[in-house]
């Protein structure tokens, strides 16, 4: 199939955008990569009367590390990310986002598909949304008559849905610096390489005088949309990492999630996948095991 007829245009720059989006409102789409939204163009899931391209906005990408601070515009390539984190130590904080875009579809899609192009489509089951949570990101929204900032947990609000108005825009992305002694770790189960997450774990851990000072915790393709762990991360700080602990916290929150059944998989299989990642995760990340080790069989 073809797509439906469709006016397009092209600004040059993010006022020019933000006009444009108050102007058509729910009557525009904006297009980054196109990795989501062409197919959905193509089999007419998607009607926009007009197209907003974004991929001559001026100043809406790049990468600026400041203090341990990251900085992401919202139509950054994921594999640029990818390319610039792998240039950096690994084992910190932001590691965590490196090993998540590892997930991502295959090079291919990487090239094309956009750091704010995958949060704003909000698919449950994507990495991207997962990894930002457990980081406590910023979220940076603009519209014409100024800027918002909002938290992973504010705007992700479901089902491929969002807290964005149709007037607005995701512009960028801001991952706040941890500790040193932080460690991250991103886990996954899917049915191929490539495919999205039947659940997918972000760990990040801050150990430090032997206890956990700070934890983040974030699960895909569990709920309707990201869910993040805060009743493990309340059980973990303060605490001396112990896989007992770890073990007992996870089984506890898996057990309370309700995700969906689908044609993988029942839900008892996704809260199986949840407690195994997640206490491997947080294994992982606190410092206690490899990346294979703490099965939670």
């Known amino acids: ?29 904006v297009l980054a990569g196109g990795q989501s939204l062409v197919p959905m163009l193509n089999f007419r899931l998607a009607r926009p009367a007009v197209l907003v391209d974004l991929n001559q906005v001026a100043g809406l990408d790049g990468i600026q590390a400041e203090d341990g601070a990251l900085r992401i515009g919202a139509t950054t390539r994921q594999r640029s990310l990818e390319r610039h984190l792998s240039s950096r130590p690994a084992g910190g904080p932001q590691d965590l986002l490196r090993q998540a875009l590892g997930y991502i579809g295959h090079p291919q899609i990487r ?3 956009t750091v704010g192009g995958s949060l704003a489509h909000a698919d449950p089951a994507a990495e991207l949304p997962a990894a930002v949570s457990a980081l406590g990101a910023t979220l940076v929204i603009r519209n014409a008559e100024g800027t918002r900032e909002v938290a992973p947990d ?9 807290s964005l108005a149709a007037e607005e825009l995701l512009t960028e992305i ?7 002694s932080t460690r991250g770790a991103f886990l996954e189960v899917s049915r191929r390489r490539g495919d999205f997450a039947q659940v997918a774990v972000a760990a990040v851990v801050t150990v430090a005088d032997g206890r956990i000072t700070r934890a983040g915790l974030a699960l895909a393709g569990a709920a ?10 309340d059980g973990l700080v303060g605490s001396e990492p112990d896989a007992g602990v770890i073990a007992e916290l996870a089984g506890n929150f898996a057990a309370e999630l309700d995700p969906p059944p689908d044609t ?4 008892e299989y996704r809260r199986h996948l949840a407690r195994h990642l997640l206490q491997r ?13 703490a099965s939670a069989a």
């Open 264 to 267: 993988h998989g029942p839900a």
């Open 224 to 233: 309707p949309r990201t869910v993040q762990a805060y009743s493990v991360v």
């Open 154 to 162: 504010e705007f992700f609000e479901g089902f491929f849905t969002t």
């Open 1 to 29: 199939m073809k797509p439906a007829p469709f006016d397009y245009l092209a600004p040059a720059d993010i006022e020019e955008t933000l006009d444009v989006l108050r102007e058509y409102g729910d009557e525009a789409k």
């Open 174 to 180: 801001r991952v706040p610096p941890w500790p040193g």
């Open 111 to 113: 090239a094309r598909g």
């Open 281 to 293: 995760a947080i294994a992982q990340a606190a410092g206690l095991a490899g990346p294979r080790a």
